[in-house]
């Protein structure tokens, strides 16, 4: 009797547990979305009523993607000061910091959690959130509350940040190239009359002369970015909507042409041709395992070619100037494999209001002062005038450490994720670390720029998310061998790679891919 | 008297000290690579890869790491007081429900039970379990985020109670016949009866807390109020992102900490749990062996 009744009370209180999850998850999951019209209707009647009322104090909440400064708290001291007397406003500023960003990001804004304002980027999926819904609409704001802002980002930058007919966050003025490229050790190929590098063929003979006369492994380290993104420069193959794994566009004047490569003629070319340069030694036989960063090795003369992008090859060779001055590096950018660039998109790097923004209203208008009044700008971008920098002679740039400062050995530089808000022409920092080759290339860039058509794609993979992570293991376990050279048998491996391509289903991610990059073109109205 | 060993018995000793030599040299040896690298000048490293002893002695890494002294030492203060408090309000509270549990005059036990263990059987899921903390109980930033989450699990009620089960019922009928209330009999006899399982559950939960970074990741947005494991991953996942595709989409200024600076901040934040260890190691095998013995 007892046994049986025990029996009932357990299942009733199972039963009522399940019944109290499932009414716990639905309550949490409605609550933001109803919120968020109430507050956003409320707060416009404020604003169209002609002035910005700031009247009551509001705290708000931003959050940047990164890792905050040492002296970050007295930066914000600062910065909320001026925003009090200005705006009545202050900010709390969290990083998320580097540790599993991605989860931290996602649970961010899945968990509608008042944030006012946060970074927002093609890289940290801006276009999946936006789509989801995740960002607060920005059109109807923008005009009132950030009207210098709206007045100065070109019309393309705000078209890049439209999704579904809706400006979903503020992208940075920033114009940004990142092609792929190659630092290479310029003093030695002078040294051994090495040509000039300009193509394939001069980079191979760079290479096999370094490791002849010099004795180096020319790659010493990991080498796959700079055999991979050498090769779809090469062959002009651009991949769509982000990294698509084998799926690229066949080149840029053939957008519709999507294929996946290494089902062409010319990538059994090239993976022939690589398996000579691994003979040769090009790069070590461990190099897919290898942890060690080509430019490392660089630094201690055991290595010649690295992979950078433009402004990174930047930072690199400056700092190389200055630590390593004996060493020369020259820079051979992708580019002019074919002679165009792609601008990185404006969104690249944004800030944007996640729907359940507390005061929307007022975090524009602290972005338009950030991003608009230098005192605010210099002082969250570079820190503190005397203790962070000082301004340069011509009145425009920075100098690091400040002029005045005594102790420079225990000087640590500011500097913060402050990528969402920059415009160029409110930085006081040169492109590329101020590297003296960057101006003559940016100059290049700019006159055979073309509009970037393959990143805004939209892809989240969702129908076909077996069959590419399927490929994406076969990419791994046999694509990245071959594309290094490392198989013993190239048309052998080169008949198994594309066997178990075909067996993982990349038929189907191609058929999405395309279905996808087709609907983007004739959105656009492009051919 | 003594008893003659057998030449099998050598032999067995012999390979068996020779293999436990060997597997304890392999566990050795990583830290000693890591204390050594943690000495080494960086170009060396670079140049011709970790060695055991370096051709050049050099402190720069430390004296890197400690520049931030004050972070470290908070992030210690949070960890030790987490780790201290976290432990012994969970035995407190784990022990009382496992007792409550154990006594057999409690009429709903088997239910209670139950429900206990009905929990771990489903999970809400990250996003759910992310919104009741931040939303619904507002401990964004806050200890309690680090505190409370690990504080009960449902397995160490279980299994504290059936430790308890093991504890003979008339020691509990005695003490009640001399006039013990319910809490006294937990607090004066079952407590110390049960200081091997305590023991066991309280080196989890300990290691549990000191080795807890995740939820500082998710809810802790200030750096004073980081946890050391957290602060360790933090600089190591900088590194590592700086070394990715992202970061050409960077500002170029940024540079990773370098390879002597990840050692060091790791001899740092493991030196003094590994020089505790064999002192709560020692204690915590007695435990055990009381129990077995008791059985």
Not at chain 1, 302 to 316: I, L, S
Not at chain 2, 73 to 86: D, E, H, K, N, Q
């Amino acid at each position: 009797m007892r046994q049986d009744k025990m029996k009932y009370f357990s299942w009733f209180v199972a039963i009522l547990m399940v019944a109290a999850l499932l009414s716990g998850c639905a309550k949490s999951s409605n609550e933001p979305l109803e919120e968020s019209p109430t507050t956003t209707s409320s707060d416009s009647a404020e604003g169209s009523e002609g002035k910005l009322d700031t009247s009551k104090k509001v705290e708000l909440v931003w959050y940047l993607l990164g890792d905050a400064n040492k002296d970050q708290k007295e930066v914000m001291a600062e910065l909320n000061k001026m925003l009090e007397k200005d705006l009545n406003t202050t900010v709390k500023l969290n990083f998320t910091t580097w540790t599993d960003w991605q989860t931290k990001y996602n649970l961010l804004l899945a968990s509608g959690e008042k944030i006012d304002m946060i970074f927002a980027s093609t890289w940290s999926d801006y276009y999946k959130f936006a789509n989801q819904g995740a960002f607060l609409p920005l059109g109807d704001l923008l005009p009132t509350y950030a009207p210098e802002t709206w007045k100065n980002v070109p019309k393309q930058d705000w078209d890049e940040a439209t999704v579904k007919g809706n400006i979903l966050a503020v992208p940075a003025t920033y114009p940004e190239y990142t092609p792929d490229g190659l630092v290479y050790r310029e003093d030695w190929r002078n040294e051994l009359g090495l040509p000039e590098i300009k193509d394939l063929d001069s980079i191979e003979a760079y290479l096999d002369g370094v490791k002849k006369a010099k004795n180096v492994t020319p790659i010493n380290g990991k080498a796959y970015n700079e055999v991979f993104t050498l090769f779809k420069a090469y062959n002009d193959y651009q991949q769509i909507g982000g990294d698509s794994g084998v799926i690229a566009a066949s080149s840029y004047d053939n957008p519709r042409d999507i294929i996946a490569y290494p089902f062409t003629p010319e990538f059994e070319a090239w993976v022939k041709r690589m398996k000579t340069w691994a003979d040769k030694g090009f790069w070590n036989s461990d190099t897919l395992s290898s942890q060690v960063e080509a430019g490392d090795a660089i630094k201690v003369g055991t290595g010649a070619v690295y992979w950078r992008n433009a402004p990174g090859a930047g930072g690199y060779i400056v700092d190389m100037e200055k630590n390593n001055p004996e060493i020369k590096l020259g820079y051979f950018p992708f580019t002019r494999f074919h002679n165009y660039v792609m601008p990185n998109l404006s969104v690249n790097n944004a800030m944007a209001i996640p729907k359940n923004a507390a005061n929307p209203e007022r975090s524009l208008m602290v972005l338009d002062k950030l991003r608009n009044d230098p005192k605010y700008y210099d002082l969250l971008s570079y820190g503190i005038e005397g203790k962070h920098y000082s301004i340069a002679e011509d009145g425009k740039y920075i100098v690091t450490p400040p002029a005045n400062l005594k102790d420079t050995k225990n000087f640590v530089p500011y500097g913060i994720a402050s990528w969402g808000f920059r415009l160029e022409s409110m930085e006081r920092v040169k492109q590329a670390s101020g590297w003296s080759g960057f101006d003559a290339l940016l100059q290049e860039f700019k006159s055979e720029s073309k509009p970037n058509i393959f990143a805004p794609v939209l892809l989240d993979y969702a129908p076909v998310k077996s069959q590419q992570a399927a490929v994406n293991a076969v990419i791994q376990q046999y694509g990245l061998p071959l594309m290094m050279g490392l198989v013993p048998d190239v048309d052998k491996a080169i008949e198994t790679y594309r066997k178990q391509l075909e067996a993982a289903g990349v038929n189907d991610v191609l058929a999405y891919v395309k279905e996808q990059a087709y609907a983007y073109y004739d959105e656009k109205g492009m051919k | 008297m003594k008893i003659k060993t057998e030449k099998a018995t050598i032999v067995f000793n012999v390979i068996g000290y020779t293999i436990i030599t060997i597997l304890t040299l392999l566990c050795l040896l990583p830290f000693l690579l890591i204390v050594s690298g943690s000495v080494t000048p960086e170009k060396e490293i670079i140049a011709e890869g970790f060695k055991f002893i370096p051709n050049q002695f050099s402190l720069d890494a430390y004296t890197a790491a400690f520049s931030n002294t004050g972070q470290i030492v908070s992030a210690y203060r949070v960890t030790i007081f987490l780790t201290l408090g976290g432990t012994a309000l969970g035995l407190f509270l784990t022990s009382m429900a496992g007792y409550v549990l154990s006594r057999n005059d409690f009429k709903y036990r088997n239910s209670l039970a139950f429900f206990i263990y009905f929990t771990t059987l489903f999970s809400g899921g990250l996003i759910p379990w992310y919104i009741l903390i931040v939303n619904q109980l507002n401990m964004k930033d806050s200890y309690m985020a680090l505190l409370l989450p690990p504080l009960l699990s449902a397995w160490n009620i279980i299994l504290m109670k059936n430790f308890m089960k093991s504890i003979p019922d008339a020691i509990t009928e005695s003490a009640k016949i001399d006039g013990a209330a319910d809490f006294t009999i937990y607090w004066k006899l079952i407590l110390p009866l049960s200081t091997p399982g305590l023991a066991t559950i309280g080196l989890f939960m300990a290691l549990g807390y000191w080795n807890d970074w995740f939820l500082a990741n998710l809810f802790v947005t200030t750096e004073s109020k980081y946890p050391l494991q957290f602060l360790l991953y933090k600089i190591l996942a900088s590194a590592a992102v700086l070394n990715t595709n992202v970061a050409g989409n960077l500002s170029p200024d940024f540079r990773p900490p370098a390879e002597t600076l990840k050692m060091a901040v790791a001899v740092i934040a493991t030196g003094p749990i590994i020089l505790l260890y064999p002192f709560v190691q020692r204690f915590f095998v007695k435990g055990l062996t009381i129990g077995a013995v008791k059985g």
